[in-house]
């Protein structure tokens, strides 16, 4: 095999967030998986491996469909690489099972089409279906992540699942204890495992009966600062920081809209968690940002409590209440009626 791949490949996963240390066995029996390429590009060398290092035996010439076995651990994550002619593509599946078949192919990047015999992948793709009428069956989303989290209690995938429980039911504290309860019964490496969500939600109850008036904040001028939601009908907090690209490429809709928003009473209103702020305001200076713009002061970053991702939304009534709750801008947009 080609050593210039060998030696790309390893500086590429040094580099990724996901590099872990070996993880402790499950089965040790071989597993079959088939990987099948719908793709007419010019691939020339697959690797499939666990995210902790890749062997020899990893690396295979490209054909259409290549069978190989694998060993199971409480991961249960791989990740697909690709090299050939322009080419160097990456995609990390949740796998378990026998027989699996994964099918890919070059789309603007690896896809991963469909995969076959894996309750992980299946679990996922539900899940992905599901959550698409979210508002209208948002207890049937939840029974089947928490059936889910029992069937991988002893898969790091757990914590997968759990991620998608704190993400959809922010504010929910009754159920995010729950879940918190739920989480006990994780064997210790996964719940100190770096996937891990039980520090967060531990975070984020922590603060429960925080609001976001009770954030300690500061605007472009130093200058301490509360937000008044008595103001308008909603006003919409945008959770951000400078460096997240989806935050920002937000922010260019919220442009296009904030005439519209302004119109239908609805103020908008930035909080940023960055940690420095000559950073922060030089990026509000560039983007000229026509809503008010804040940052959390507190040494104690209490902003978990409310963006377990970026950008996080929030829509308020004159109360101060939480009426809605999206990391989708256009999801926030659909209910202001814009």
Not at 47 to 66: L, R, S, V, Y
Request: aromatic residues 12%; negative net charge; contains cysteine.
């Amino acid at each position: 095999m080609n050593l210039f791949i060998h030696l790309l490949t390893a500086i590429w996963l040094i580099g990724t967030p996901w590099l872990s240390v070996a993880q402790s066995s499950v089965n040790s029996l071989p597993f079959n998986t088939h990987l099948i390429c719908q793709s007419k590009a010019e691939i020339n060398t697959v690797i499939f491996a666990m995210p902790d290092g890749i062997e020899d035996k990893d690396f295979h010439d490209f054909t259409d469909t290549i069978s190989l076995t694998r060993g199971d651990t409480s991961l249960n994550l791989y990740t697909l690489l690709l090299y050939g002619k322009d080419i160097k593509a990456r995609k990390d599946v949740w796998i378990n099972g026998d027989d699996v078949y994964i099918y890919y192919s070059l789309k603007d990047g690896l896809q991963i089409d469909s995969i076959v015999n894996s309750s992980a992948a299946t679990a996922i793709a539900t899940f992905d279906k599901m959550k698409v009428i979210k508002e209208h069956n948002l207890d049937s989303l939840n029974a089947f992540l928490f059936d889910q989290l029992r069937v991988f209690y002893t898969s790091v995938f757990s914590t997968v699942i759990a991620q998608m429980i704190i993400r959809y039911n922010f504010g929910n504290f009754e159920l995010l204890e729950r879940l918190l309860t739920e989480l006990e019964h994780q064997e210790p490496y996964i719940q100190n495992h770096k996937f891990s969500q039980n520090e967060k939600l531990k975070g984020i109850l922590a603060f429960k009966d925080l609001k976001i008036s009770d954030l300690v904040l500061a605007n472009r001028d130093s200058v301490s600062a509360t937000i008044k939601f008595d103001t308008s009908q909603y006003t919409l907090i945008d959770f951000w920081f400078s460096a997240c690209p989806s935050c920002l490429r937000d922010h260019k809709l919220l442009k296009e809209k904030y005439q519209q928003l302004k119109d239908k009473s609805v103020q908008i209103v930035g909080i940023s968690n960055d940690q420095d702020f000559q950073t922060w305001k030089h990026t509000i200076d560039i983007h000229q940002h026509p809503w008010a713009n804040y940052i959390e002061t507190d040494s104690t970053s209490k902003i978990i409590r409310f963006a377990s991702s970026f950008p996080s939304y929030y829509v308020l009534d004159r109360q101060g209440n939480i009426v809605k709750y999206s990391t989708r801008i256009e999801e926030i947009l659909y209910f202001l009626g814009i």
